[in-house]
């Protein structure tokens, strides 16, 4: 059973930095892509950050220039550094990934860790 889990979050002052973490379990094989999403209070939920198997990123504009998503070192983890945080910031956040094979999708969900940006 894969299983993906998110630390990191926190509260920081506005300006400040986070460094969110995924691990993931239960996959012999290398996702496809890895991504970020966020959802805040009586919002949809709305994709942050991806990298996929090339290395190739995107972002959602909001966050161009101050966040940055990477592989880990570790197989299957993911990372989303978090610059110049904002108020707007704040949401739950969630690990994505997908797993392709053959004809066959998947993709995973975190539990979610809090970002609390103070102003």
């Known amino acids: 059973q894969v299983q993906l889990q998110e630390s990191g979050g926190g509260l920081v002052q506005s300006g400040g930095s986070l460094r969110l973490s995924c691990v993931t379990s239960g996959s012999r094989h290398r996702f496809d892509s890895m991504a970020w999403y966020r959802q805040a209070p009586g919002k949809e939920r709305e994709l942050v950050a991806e990298i996929n198997s090339s290395g190739a990123r995107q972002y959602t504009d909001s966050v161009q220039g101050r966040f940055t998503i990477s592989r880990g070192n570790a197989f299957n983890t993911v990372h989303l550094q978090m610059n110049s945080l904002k108020p707007e910031d704040t949401a739950v956040y969630f690990c994505?990934?997908?797993?392709?094979?053959?004809?066959?999708?998947?993709?995973?969900w975190g539990q979610g860790t809090q970002v609390t940006v103070s102003s």
């Open positions: 994505h990934s997908v797993l392709r094979i053959a004809a066959h999708t998947a993709d995973y």
